[in-house]
């Protein structure tokens, strides 16, 4: 695991980044949230706030945006919340489709484990 960038941190710009808070505010972002922008970078935004605006012009995990940005994903995840709270990306949890609606009809399983018997 390289955690080099992470580990050299300076502990005040990530307090500066975030301005002091250590949780995003009441989101549900998992590592695997797809972030998309919503807007373009406007002149004096945060820097950070830009290279994750220009970052998910296309669906980009929240785990990509750490790996991008040299940071971690509590801080990725802080910063990304005020971009939403902004209304400039929105979120997108991957869903899994539902376990009934993909399983085949039983009756049809049970013809193809008949035909595979006379095999």
């Given at each position: ?75 990725v ?28 009809d ?14």
């Open positions: 695991m390289v955690r080099g960038a992470v580990d050299s941190e300076d502990p005040d710009r990530l307090y500066t980044l975030t301005g002091g808070r250590s949780r995003a505010e009441a989101r549900d972002l998992d590592l695997v949230t797809l972030i998309v922008s919503e807007a373009d970078p406007t002149p004096g935004m945060q820097s950070e706030h830009v290279k994750i605006l220009r970052t998910c012009r296309f669906p980009t995990a929240v785990v990509e945006l750490s790996s991008e940005l040299a940071l971690p994903v509590s801080v995840k802080i910063l990304v919340s005020d971009l939403l709270d902004a209304g400039q990306v929105s979120a997108r949890h991957p869903t899994s489709p539902r376990a009934s609606a993909e399983l085949p039983p009756a049809f399983l049970k013809k193809v484990l008949v035909g595979l018997h006379n095999l």
